[in-house]
């Protein structure tokens, strides 16, 4: 099944501990990108790939790092969390930037303490 | 002004009726549109994609893109108590960067009994 896998689905963390949420994708997709969803804001980009050991910065890319070492992996990594990135994220590939094909994960909700 | 603009909502319309969601977006240039629906707590799921001027019918759903207007709406025909949700316009907007998919905030439609 063609799919994003999102790990894990739920997370509950302290400030300043680092954590990493995975996204993998089995559809052979260059571009990948990862979201943050809040009331009233709607999802906005943190950084976004168009392949690998590409990696460009989204519309709110402040205190998240990526990487792209395989084109299937773009984990997430928050290296020191606080509580304004408590929020829903979303993982998404497609088969080009122009949003052709774009499919979700199934989000991860952080909430950090 | 926004990149891409939805009323919020809520929408609120019987079973059976037609339910009519819009969005403008500001690029011109603007190639690729897309519509998701999103469930409460759950990830966006593509619904309908348009990239012409006009109409495009999917089963109850049909899209409709005027590009000189900088307009596009979707129409779910027969809305049914399933339909509540909230639904995504998302668009290609060519920014300093390269292509962006570009969501906006979302507008939530009630389907009433």
């Known amino acids: 099944e063609a799919q994003v896998t999102q790990n894990p689905r739920y997370l509950i963390t302290v400030t300043g501990k680092k954590l990493t949420v995975t996204c993998s994708q089995n559809m052979n997709h260059e571009y990948m990108s990862w979201y943050r969803q809040d009331p009233g804001l709607g999802l906005r980009q943190i950084y976004y790939s168009m392949n690998v050991e590409v990696t460009d910065k989204g519309d709110v890319p402040e205190g998240y790092k990526v990487s792209r070492k395989e084109k299937r992996n773009f984990p997430l990594i928050l290296e020191s969390p606080s509580p304004n990135q408590t929020s829903l994220y979303f993982c998404a590939s497609s088969l080009s930037i122009t949003g052709r094909g774009y499919t979700f994960g199934s989000g991860t909700r952080l909430t950090v303490v | ?113």
Not at chain 2, 21 to 41: A, E
Not at chain 2, 73 to 94: E, F, K, M
């Open chain 2, 1 to 113: 002004q926004k990149e891409v603009e939805q009323n919020s909502g809520p929408l609120s319309v019987p079973e059976g009726a037609i339910a009519s969601l819009n969005c403008t977006y500001s690029d011109r240039v603007s190639q690729s549109f897309f519509w998701y629906r999103q469930y409460s707590g759950k990830s966006p799921e593509l619904i309908m994609s348009i990239y012409s001027n006009g109409d495009k019918e999917d089963g109850r759903f049909t899209a409709q893109l005027n590009k000189a207007s900088q307009y596009v709406s979707l129409l779910i025909r027969d809305s049914q108590p399933s339909d509540s949700a909230t639904y995504l316009c998302a668009v290609n907007i060519l920014t300093g960067g390269g292509n962006k998919l570009t969501f906006g905030t979302g507008t939530q439609l009630k389907v009433e009994l």
